[in-house]
């Protein structure tokens, strides 16, 4: 018999998108694990996005797709590249100009650094020297060779979102930067734009970039953009308890076959840190993950002594 009852939602797609300035270490691998688990456990998609607008190393995006390969990650084709993108975020700044959200900001990096935060903003926010400069401030600024970004002109100084492991979380938005003063789009209008574009509803990444979302999310909202399911996950730590890098010895993929160890290996160690048994394929995980049962500390982990959780 025919219902006018809604047809339920179907899921969109998560996504991983590394920046190509070199090799992926454990704690990258073990965040696009989780975000291959939380899309592939809820029938979503799972697409690659290349964030190739800033520091690209010959060849790291092709090492990297290798390295989660080989973990076993998979992902739903093509792998899209930000640089290939450009239209897309120029099209996002034409609407929200024509609307008079944005203005020119002349101001360098050390100026802003040096400046008082804005009265009533939030500590650290861009302070606004540029949001009410009259015509012929710009032309004299222009005059001088200054090259201008493009800010947006926020109109909340807070915004808030949730969580599914923070719960609720309410940030600092100030006028973002939307494009840089060298022409390049900026990440906190690429990212927005690119997940609307392909149908991304849930965004798993580290919690270092959670007190960013309220920004992306407020902006959002503006383009009139579907607001993401969030999921910041722990992040890896070293031994002194500082956020891992390549600096901290044989933390990528590569180093770790080169001391003899296997893809499979590795898989098991990032599975153990997440709190289950080691695994030899990422698919073994789908029917047991459960985010409320993530552990919720950053991992410590020493690569001298074997990459056991501490």
Partial sequence: MP?????????????????????????????????????????????????????????????????LAAIGLDWDPPVARQSERLPLYEEAIERLTAAGLTYECF????????????????????????????DSARA???????????????AVTEFEVTDDLHGPYRGAVDDLVLRRGDGIPAYNLTVVV??????VDQVVRGDDLLPSTPRQAYLAT?????VPQYAHVPLVLNTAGQRLA???????????LALGET????????????GFAAVTDPAQL???FRPENLPREPWRLDPDGLLQPT
């Avoid at 009265?119 to 540029?130: L, N």
């Avoid at 690119?194 to 149908?199: I, L, N, S």
């Avoid at 390549?246 to 770790?256: E, Q, S």
Wanted: proline residues 8%; contains cysteine; charged residues 30%.
């Fill in 107 to 134: 101001c360098t990096r050390r100026e802003i650094q040096q400046a008082a935060t804005a009265p009533h903003g939030p500590m650290g926010a861009y302070p606004g020297t540029c949001r009410d400069l009259t």
């Fill in 3 to 67: 219902t006018d009852a809604p047809r339920p939602q179907q899921p969109g797609n998560g996504r991983y998108a590394p920046s190509p300035s070199g090799d992926l270490h454990l704690g990258n691998l073990r965040t696009a694990l989780l975000a291959w688990l939380f899309a592939r456990s809820t029938g979503r998609g799972f697409l690659m996005r290349i964030d190739d607008l800033d520091r690209v190393k010959t060849g790291a995006a092709e090492r990297q797709l290798e390295d």
């Fill in 286 to 288: 789908t029917a047991d």
């Fill in 140 to 154: 004299a600024r222009r005059a001088e060779g200054r090259p201008a970004a493009l800010r947006l002109r926020a």
């Fill in 194 to 199: 690119d997940d609307a574009e392909q149908g």
């Fill in 263 to 274: 893809p499979e290996h590795i898989l098991g160690i990032l599975a153990r840190s997440l």
């Fill in 222 to 226: 503006l383009l009139g953009l579907p």
């Fill in 246 to 256: 390549k600096r901290d010895g044989a933390v990528t993929l590569r180093d770790r």
